[in-house]
């Protein structure tokens, strides 16, 4: 059974933790994770929260 809280997360309507926030290097944008999933998150100008793509490619860190 699925947890209601990753429901949120399947309609992309993430939510970072205040600890996890930070400023990218190129400015003002903000990046996370998502409290509930782990996903890579960045606000958009909308001020929503998007979901980036993987951090790594498929070979992971080592490769």
Known sequence: MIDARLLF?????????IISVS???RGG??????????????RSRSGRWLALGPIYEEGGPAS
């Open 29 to 42: 944008d903000l990046s996370a994770l998502c409290d509930r999933c782990g996903t890579p998150i960045e």
């Open 9 to 17: 997360c399947l309609i992309e309507r993430h939510r970072p933790p």
């Open 23 to 25: 400023r990218r290097k």
